[in-house]
């Protein structure tokens, strides 16, 4: 992936990058949606964090806010992806991101901020203890979970395929994940931590799930991803497309939080056309 920075930083005006994603990047080739391959939501969130990091590093950024996926970034005819990621200071703590075509398509937009870290995880702990000591969770296991997300037009490849396994109870889930390769391990740990949520909804027969929206991501002080690690994420289903999940190493040390997230089904390029 080439990131070329158009212009000097400075907090005092607009910074525009230029982002090249070849079609054969894992983010691309393992990840298609109803054929087409489709960058996911959770990567465009890595890289507008891993930028601003560089770009203004005084700043610990801690949180994504306010995020809306507009429309898929894609690529078509399995060609390169190129896009422009927007970044403006608005405070010392906040600045505004977004990603737009060439033509002036906004893809995404968001908020990346400093914030003080005051969410108590006890209570979420305490659920996943009793939780693993219910033998009534239905499973959903690795091969469960990927033969549904083909199903409803959804294709992983195997650097995607994060899912060990969901334990389901109710609108409560409790998944294990794993991670892989080196950098691009955070794409690989929160998109499953997304699919393990997906997974909740086995059966609905939703088409072509997308994250429409993100209240808010935390990236917690003790996050530090091991690249062979596996990771526990809880998720609490609010309602039919919105969920909150949390993930913890093994250790269950908090890692991320994620608060309402929202996911539509719609028609991504039918077949039928």
């Excluded at 890692?255 to 991504?268: A, T």
Aim: proline share 3%.
């Amino acid at each position: 992936m080439d990131i070329n920075h158009i212009e000097r930083p400075s907090l005092n005006k607009q910074h525009v990058f230029h982002i090249c994603i070849s079609a054969n990047h894992p983010y691309l080739k393992h990840h298609k949606v109803n054929n087409y391959a489709v960058l996911p939501g959770a990567a465009s969130l890595k890289i507008a964090f891993e930028i601003s990091k560089k770009t203004f590093p005084l700043t610990q950024w801690n949180c994504i806010e306010e995020t809306f996926w507009f429309s898929p970034i894609e690529s078509k005819e399995a060609t390169d992806i190129e896009l422009l990621l927007f970044l403006k200071i608005t405070s010392p703590t906040c600045l505004n991101y977004s990603f737009q075509s060439y033509n002036g398509n906004v893809y995404a937009s968001g908020l990346i901020k400093h914030i003080k870290e005051s969410y108590d995880m006890r209570n979420v702990k305490e659920m996943i203890n009793d939780l693993q000591k219910d033998n009534s969770l239905k499973l959903i296991t690795h091969n469960d979970a990927y033969e549904e997300f083909s199903n409803i037009g959804i294709t992983y490849g195997s650097f995607f395929k994060s899912i060990r396994h969901v334990k389901v109870k109710n609108n409560y889930g409790i998944a294990r994940i794993s991670c892989k390769q080196g950098e691009l391990e955070f794409v690989n740990l929160l998109d499953g931590a997304f699919q393990s949520g997906m997974a909740i909804s086995k059966g609905d027969n939703l088409p072509h799930l997308m994250p429409i929206s993100l209240g808010k991501l935390i990236f917690h002080k003790n996050l530090n991803i091991n690249p062979s690690g596996t990771y526990i994420v809880f998720t609490e289903k609010i309602n039919r497309f919105r969920t909150n999940i949390k993930i913890f190493d093994e250790k269950m040390t908090d890692c991320l939080s994620v608060l309402d997230l929202g996911i539509r089904s719609g028609n991504f390029h039918n077949k039928s056309k």
